[in-house]
């Protein structure tokens, strides 16, 4: 064991091999893992790597983030996260991962696990925006997407019904938590399922007049405009301008369909 590796294992201590500025210019994603380490096994870094990781960090600028995302994810998702971010923002990591300027001293004090997707949807809110880089990372970035629009677009959780017909109760329900854990709402999780059961419609299918009717009345060519059509309708039952009968539904969907020539 010429390293001592053994006695580092046992000491829980990360340290690098060889010289830094060889090891961490040639491979940046380095510096990355070592903060895993500490976030995954609760390690820590030995004085000289920790002093050579803040040393080389503008390395990780022109570094493709591809190749140190599964490090990144890890720091965010360990056991030990909050003392991995802390290390990064005493060494100042926010200046290399622009992306998380706004989030890094936020994520330092938030004490309950997150998922890396938590972390993404919580550091766009504080940016105001998406980054598009990381869509790829996302298991399911048109739900993403949606949470995301709906948490920015209505901080308090203050949701109407055409907010929950639209986005289902799904999304409305995780916009609150990301909004409750930013401390920009209350959490209203039992709030929001009552107004969502008490929905006078929660899909065009529970319109009276749906779509096995309206494609009785059109040519198949237009088939292709029914679900705009049906969403226009339930808007319009669900704002109070017609009331969800046959007829009423009828006469707004035949005015939209003329308006469509």
């Known amino acids: 064991d010429p390293l001592n590796g053994h006695l580092d294992i046992k000491n829980k201590r990360i340290r690098h091999i060889g010289k830094a500025k060889k090891r961490f210019s040639q491979n940046p994603a380095l510096m990355i893992k070592a903060f895993a380490l500490m976030s995954e096994m609760n390690y820590k870094l030995a004085i000289k790597t920790k002093t050579e990781i803040c040393k080389r960090r503008k390395k990780l600028l022109d570094y493709d983030i591809d190749l140190y995302i599964i490090y990144l994810r890890k720091v965010f998702e360990g056991p030990y996260a909050r003392k991995a971010i802390r290390m990064m923002n005493q060494l100042n990591y ?4 622009q992306t998380f300027k706004n989030s890094l001293r936020f994520l330092e004090s938030y004490k309950k696990p997150l998922t890396f997707e938590d972390v993404l949807l919580i550091t766009f809110l504080l940016n105001g925006a998406i980054d598009d880089k990381y869509e790829k990372y996302i298991t399911d970035y ?13 901080k308090k959780s203050s949701y109407d019904d055409i907010t929950l017909f639209n986005y289902g109760l799904d999304i409305c329900l995780e916009a609150n938590r990301i909004n409750a854990i930013l401390k920009r709402s209350r959490k ?3 709030r929001i399922k009552k107004r969502w059961d008490s929905l006078k419609l929660k899909t065009p299918n529970d319109l009276m007049f749906n779509e096995v009717d309206l494609k009785r009345i059109i040519h198949p060519k237009y088939y292709f405009m029914i679900d705009d059509i049906l969403i226009d309708a339930s808007i319009a039952v669900l704002s109070g301008e017609i ?3 046959f007829t009423d539904v009828q006469t707004v969907v035949i005015n939209l369909l003329n308006q469509n020539n």
């Open 188 to 190: 209203r999780q039992r």
């Open 243 to 245: 009331k969800n009968t």
């Open 94 to 97: 926010d200046l290399v991962l």
């Open 142 to 154: 048109e739900r993403f997407n949606k949470i995301y629009n709906v948490a920015s677009q209505n």
